[in-house]
């Protein structure tokens, strides 16, 4: 046999062989090529390129050499294309032993030596020179020899990371029809098994069967050759759950015609990717096909996370699920092909509001590489509360017309009116323009304004053109200063290019209300207003002896003594009350009067009211008296009212049990004498006969014994006395009759045998 067909067995060389390759696809299948060889004129070819051709035999023998080299050459060409997309679409494995790429292997073999009972396990080489193909392999043929056991055994292989190891092994059997009646032990089958250890041996494990797990019993898939068939190499692939540190392989031959041409040992890793800006090391499969290894990612470089990345690995060496991820810091760009972190440069910034470097807002600038917002120019300011893509803008004008509305000896309003607003401002980005706008907000400073000094409205800053300020102290200068300055800015519209479309916005608005800083108005420069008042003096004597005369349920009288200092002549007297409960209530009732007394009315029933009084002179109203309270009386007739109702209740209820026991004594009264005169009727009816017209009915009808008694001849029935004659002819059914007659007779016993007359 020429060396393009060598190492399936030196004797079994056929007209052809069989080259195959198992590659995993990218999706984790096992995907098998066969390639059949022909031989034509000592050359391969495959198979599937030889078609039936009539060959003249009139053409000269070189014609046919140069057809076959032609099919020779693109047989090799086709092969490489195969290889080419077979490398395309590998999953990644990590190879552990692969004997194609082995000058020798000197595995371990029994029985080895002089003294075997068989020749045993061979190392021999297979070469394919068209396919550059020299491989060493392993064969036995023992065949002719009785009780055949025969044992090969692999290196030890650490198994590493891998949770599951796979075999792949590449073989020939030949089929045992080609030893007839030489064959004493042919099989077609062989015997794979490992042993898992904990480390490797200087001599090999024991080679009994006990000591080693079966993986399977292998057979020729692809089939045997024999006289009438090509050379068949079949490939068979196997795995297993290791959890030792390594695993030996043995192959155990008992009496079949084997080539174990190459044996390939690896296991199958998810590969490295990087998703959502998060690094997933190679992650090998888990000990079991359908068991998902969970791996934990780490962010890329300049990333972080926004929730831990983790990924799934499926026992097919494939990714799923993935949950969480990274994003770029700020001041930092995300490249979405190349999944890194790309730093901004000068002049331009990347905030959490926007996913890619922009340039500057208006009024502002980035000096460095890697901004993460721009600095406002001098003379601008940007909002505390505003994003970082928002423009800085320049303080607003001072308000107009601050006016003072009110002012007394603790309290004072002002009012003003709005500055000019700004213009909006136009923001470039990618492909659109956005219109920023922010309103005018203010804020009070008051220097003289002690800390019990109160505010309405009471925030920072406001957007109201009115504020009042309550306890103030009495004739004390204030000076009030109103600054003008910017709100929050808000986006107006956008304004797209005529050849754009929304998908081109690179910006993501954030939420402004993240930021909690307030205005700190010593570093910005605002305009404002200023006004200066003073408080009205206060009164050096106050309404005392507040006292109340009489009170009713509706009604109060009061009476109170007059100041005894005046600073100015008294204008009248405010009265103002309110019930307890609503001591904190702003809405009180109150009266105005000249005199020293006050007369107050519409109150309420059973309630405590407090009472107080100020008086008012041209400087103002001085302070409340003390507070008196007093509690209204409840009110006669509603508890007169109340009597009357409920008698008028009580006699209802009475009268009206009266009448239904009434109606009833009379109901039964009058079923009574019913009943008596139906009773009365029937006695009337029946009055009794004479004597003798007695005794001779009942002598002839009733079969009750007669006695006679002491003192007549008359006779009378034996129980009882005597009863009423029955004219049957009263009745209209005779039944009725007979019942009425001898009502101590049972009625079923009683039958009317005719009826005379």
């Not at 192959?251 to 079949?256: E, L, S, V």
């Not at 004739?475 to 107006?492: A, E, K």
């Not at 109340?548 to 349920?553: K, N």
């Amino acid at each position: 046999m020429p060396s393009t067909c060598y190492g399936v067995h030196r004797r079994d060389c056929k007209s052809g062989c069989i080259v195959r390759r198992n590659t995993i696809s990218s999706m984790g299948k096992l995907a098998s090529l066969q390639i059949k060889f022909h031989k034509i004129s000592d050359a391969l070819v495959p198979s599937t390129l030889i078609h039936p051709i009539s060959m003249p035999s009139s053409k000269p023998v070189h014609n046919i050499s140069r057809y076959i080299a032609r099919i020779s050459l693109l047989c090799i060409s086709w092969l490489i294309a195969i290889q080419y997309n077979i490398r395309l679409t590998h999953a990644d494995q990590v190879v552990l032993l692969d004997t194609t790429r082995e000058a020798t292997l000197e595995w371990t073999r029994y029985p080895y030596g002089p003294q075997a009972q068989t020749p045993g396990w061979v190392e021999e080489s297979f070469t394919d020179f068209v396919k550059g193909i020299n491989w060493r392999s392993y064969v036995v043929c023992d065949v002719a020899y009785h009780n055949v056991n025969n044992w090969l055994w692999s290196p030890f292989i650490d198994r590493g990371p891998a949770n599951r190891l796979y075999i792949e092994i590449q073989f020939t059997i030949r089929d045992c029809s080609l030893f007839p009646g030489n064959a004493l032990s042919c099989k077609e089958t062989f015997s794979l098994l490992f042993y898992e250890f904990d480390a490797a041996t200087r001599e090999p494990p024991p080679w009994q069967t006990d000591s080693y797990r079966l993986i399977a019993r292998i057979a020729a898939g692809e089939g045997r050759f024999n006289q009438n068939s090509d050379v068949d190499i079949n490939t068979e692939v196997k795995s297993i759950a290791v959890n030792k540190k390594g695993v030996y392989f043995a192959f155990r031959d008992q009496g079949a015609c084997i080539s174990v041409l190459a044996v390939k040992v690896y296991y199958i890793t998810c590969p490295a990717v990087t998703e959502n800006f998060a690094h997933f090391n190679e992650t090998p499969t888990g000990k079991e096909i359908t068991i998902i290894e969970k791996q934990n990612g780490t962010c890329v470089e300049n990333a972080e996370p926004y929730e831990p990345p983790t990924y799934l690995c499926k026992g097919d060496g494939k990714w799923t699920i993935l949950t969480g991820g990274c994003r770029c810091k700020v001041g930092y760009e995300p490249n979405d092909v190349k999944k890194t972190c790309t730093e901004c440069p000068v002049g331009t910034f990347k905030s959490p509001e926007v996913r890619k470097c922009m340039p500057c807002p208006l009024h502002s600038n980035s000096s460095k590489t890697g901004s993460a917002f721009c600095m406002c120019l001098p003379g601008y300011y940007r909002h505390p509360r505003d994003g970082r893509h928002i423009p800085c803008y320049s303080p607003p004008a001072a308000p107009t017309n601050l006016t003072l509305l009110f002012v007394d000896q603790t309290s004072a309003i002002l009012s003003w009116s709005a500055p000019t607003r700004n213009e909006s401002q136009l923001v470039e980005g990618p492909g659109q323009l956005h219109s920023y706008h922010s309103d005018v907000v203010y804020k009070i400073r008051c220097s003289m304004c002690s800390p019990n000094v109160m505010f309405n409205p009471s925030t920072d800053t406001f957007n109201e053109t009115k504020i009042t300020l309550t306890n103030l102290d009495p004739v004390t200068t204030y000076t009030v200063q109103i600054h003008s300055t910017n709100g929050i800015s808000y986006l107006v519209d956008s304004i797209f290019h005529s050849n754009e479309t929304t998908a081109n916005s690179e910006i993501a608005f954030a939420n402004a209300s993240t930021a909690s800083n307030l205005l700190d108005l010593n570093e910005i420069k605002t305009e404002h207003a200023e006004i200066i008042f003073t408080t009205e003096s206060a009164l050096l004597s106050t309404v005392f002896n507040l006292r109340i005369l009489a009170i009713t349920s509706k009604d109060a009288d009061l009476e109170w003594d007059k100041p005894l200092q005046n600073d100015a002549p008294l204008e009248f007297y405010e009265v103002r009350w309110f019930p307890k409960i609503e001591l904190d209530s702003i809405n009180k009732s109150a009266l105005n009067t000249k005199d020293t007394k006050a007369h107050i009315e519409g109150l309420l029933e059973s309630t405590e009211y407090g009472f107080q009084v100020r008086c008012k002179t041209i400087n103002g109203f001085g302070s409340y008296s003390n507070m008196i309270y007093a509690q209204t009386l409840q009110s006669v007739s509603s508890v007169y009212d109340d009597s009357v109702q409920i008698r008028f209740i009580a006699g209802a209820i009475v009268t009206g049990v009266l009448f239904l026991v009434i109606f009833i004594v009379a109901t039964v009264y009058f079923m009574r004498s019913k009943h008596q005169d139906e009773l009365d009727k029937k006695s009337t009816n029946h009055l009794p006969l004479p004597m003798d017209y007695a005794s001779n009915e009942v002598n002839s009808m009733d079969t009750t014994p007669i006695v006679k008694t002491l003192h007549s001849n008359v006779t009378t029935p034996l129980f009882g006395n005597s009863r009423s004659y029955v004219d049957p002819h009263t009745y209209e059914d005779p039944n009725q009759a007979i019942r009425e007659f001898a009502r101590e007779i049972d009625a079923n016993y009683i039958t009317i045998e005719a009826i005379i007359g």
